[in-house]
């Protein structure tokens, strides 16, 4: 399923306080921006690049592109109040996700990530977590407040990474 599909899918959404879909903007991501972002991303290191965060009538959606090396490091987010749908690209990995974190920090308020990409949310560990690998192709959904985190990544691995903001609580991005 191209890219748009999904995009198109997730803004037609109408949840509890959006305007019916006429009265909502569309927003376009061309496949040659997301490949652009993906060719620009640091090797190497974990890249979250934000393309587009919309306000779709009471909600906020958005895309943006994730990229991570191999690792064997587990650490985990735990979104409050924003829910995210992955598809893979590229690479592999095994994804674990817990209702809870065990030793939660919450992030910075007022920092980058929760403005520009995250919202309100805490990192740790998970512990007995529920695994699933992850390849080319694959799709997941991950509600707000389910912690997540990679517990393997044995090739970089890149999703396209839809943000689903019902407070609208992170900043706009894009055209």
């Given amino acids: 399923m191209r890219a748009w599909r999904v995009a198109a899918c997730a803004a037609a959404l109408t949840l509890p306080g959006s305007s019916a879909l006429g009265q909502v903007a569309a927003a376009h991501v061309s496949a040659a921006e997301l490949a652009a972002v993906i060719d620009a991303a640091p090797d190497g290191q974990v890249s ?40 893979v690209v590229q ?49 997941v959904f991950i509600p707000a407040g389910i912690a997540h985190g990679f517990s393997e990544i044995t090739e970089p691995i890149t999703y396209i990474v839809y943000r689903i903001d019902p407070d609208q609580l992170v900043e706009l991005k894009g055209r």
Wanted: net charge negative; glycine share 14%.
């Fill in 48 to 87: 979250d690049e934000q393309i587009r965060m919309i306000d779709a009538g009471g909600i906020n959606l958005g895309v943006g592109v994730v990229q991570r090396p191999v690792t064997s490091t587990l650490s985990a987010i735990q979104h409050h109040r924003q829910a995210e749908i992955y598809r």
């Fill in 91 to 139: 690479g592999a990995g095994v994804l674990i996700t817990s209702p809870a974190l065990v030793d939660p920090t919450d992030l910075d308020p007022d920092g980058a990530v929760v403005r520009t990409l995250t919202g309100p949310s805490a990192v740790g560990t998970i512990r007995d977590g529920a695994s699933q690998p992850l390849g080319p192709g694959d799709v």
